[in-house]
């Protein structure tokens, strides 16, 4: 189970760039909440699986909304 910082961190990007896809939809949406603070998590398989459809075909397309993109491509 991965934080929203943990799942950018996982993706290779800021928090700011993952919290901003997260909001654009451009990143999954959260798989639950903490029950007592609410904040959002994921598996580690949903940011793997984001992470592995968008390096075939979305990662120039997402960067182009990002005005702080800094993803690391391989």
């Given amino acids: ?3 929203g910082p943990q799942a950018a961190s996982r993706a290779g990007i ?3 760039t993952w919290r901003h896809y997260v909001h654009r939809g ?3 949406a959260p798989d639950g909440r903490e029950e ?3 904040h959002p998590w994921w598996w580690e398989a ?3 699986r984001w ?3 968008d390096r075939v075909g ?3 397309q997402t960067c182009a909304v ?3 993109c800094d993803v690391h491509h391989p």
């Fill in 1 to 3: 189970k991965l934080s």
């Fill in 66 to 68: 990002s005005p702080d």
């Fill in 26 to 28: 451009l990143a999954p």
């Fill in 36 to 38: 007592v603070s609410g």
């Fill in 46 to 48: 949903t940011v793997d």
């Fill in 14 to 16: 800021k928090p700011a």
């Fill in 58 to 60: 979305g990662l120039g």
């Fill in 51 to 53: 992470m592995a459809l």
